[in-house]
């Protein structure tokens, strides 16, 4: 069974820096693509990088503004998200999300994904 765990979330001050995690497991990691998404109150959830280990491509959404950066240890099968200059905006509830194979410009709607993490909260105090 396809698992996702985000950690790394938390309380940080405006222009803090944090940086997410998103452990895999059930599944060969090359195998999948994996994005992070974010979600806050009342908001539809929102894309921000997609990441395929098998071929090394990113996408960024434009709403990354350069902040966000997405890395990751294969052998760790874990993929990151360091976050930087962070605002109030940027609080929300994060999640990564995988599917089997590669995704092309489509890769920013969620309802292609059919796995998801449980999600880590990031507040970003004014």
């Known amino acids: 069974e396809v698992q996702l765990v985000e950690s790394g979330g938390g309380l940080v001050q405006a222009g803090g820096s944090l940086r997410l995690s998103c452990q895999g497991s059930g599944f060969t990691f090359d195998d999948y693509c994996i994005s992070w998404f974010r979600q806050a109150p009342g908001k539809e959830r929102e894309g921000l990088v997609y990441?395929?280990?098998?071929?090394?491509?990113?996408h960024y959404a434009d709403s990354v503004n350069g902040r966000f950066t997405i890395s990751s240890d294969n052998a760790k099968t874990t993929v990151y998200l360091q976050m930087n200059d962070l605002a109030p905006e940027d609080t929300a509830n994060y999640y990564c999300?995988?599917?089997?194979?590669?995704?092309?410009?489509?890769?920013?709607?969620?309802?292609?994904?059919?796995?998801w993490g449980q999600g880590t909260q990031v507040t970003v105090a004014s």
């Open positions: 990441f395929n280990s098998k071929d090394n491509s990113i």
């Open positions: 999300a995988a599917h089997y194979g590669p995704l092309g410009r489509s890769w920013i709607h969620t309802l292609l994904y059919l796995h």
